[in-house]
């Protein structure tokens, strides 16, 4: 099984999040794709809304993809959230799979300093998404840059939007827009 794993704080998941691991799937072969929202972060500390809400927003927004699901793997540990002890337990549960991790070029600028790096190069491959602003480069066989869309929407953006009361339409999924009105998430 080649399985993808997508991990991040989705906060919130919008329409980039879901482009970005279909194309990763489709491109790749990948039989299924794993969105895992971060518990605690170890690299920032961001007030994030609450794991339960992030994985329900997750839930509902893949719910029509039989290629996708989300786990609650790191928000059940409680503990900062690493994505080395994160692969462990994938590859725990997932017997005899081959793993690909997905990231952004943001994140791949510092994934030399992620713990137990050289480790993780053995483990999984990283598929290494486009973003606006950024041109990570790399050699190793291991880090395979995605020629994929480069999607601008980031979750700040629609925080943002959210607070000064304005539509989030088209950005997110409808009934992901539903919660978060229903839920009254970031408004403060």
Sequence with gaps: MRLGIFGGSFDP???????????????????????????????????????????NMIKIAIENNPNFEVSDIEI???KTNYTYDTLLEVKN????CEIFEIIGEDSADYLHKWKNYDKLLEMCKF?????????YKSSHQNIILMDSPKISISATFIRNRVKENK?????VED?????IIEKNLYKK
Excluded: Q, W
Aim: hydrophobic fraction near 35%.
């Design 127 to 135: 598929l290494v998404f486009r973003r606006e602003g950024f041109s």
């Design 13 to 55: 998941i919008h329409i980039g999040h879901l482009i970005i691991a279909e194309f990763t799937r489709e491109y790749m072969g990948l039989d299924k794709v794993i969105f895992i929202p971060v518990g605690n972060p170890s690299h920032r500390e961001d007030n994030l809304v609450s794991a339960i809400d992030r994985y």
């Design 175 to 179: 009934k992901v827009e539903k919660y």
């Design 93 to 96: 549960r997932y017997k005899n």
């Design 76 to 78: 059940k540990e409680g």
């Design 167 to 171: 539509s989030i339409r088209y950005m």
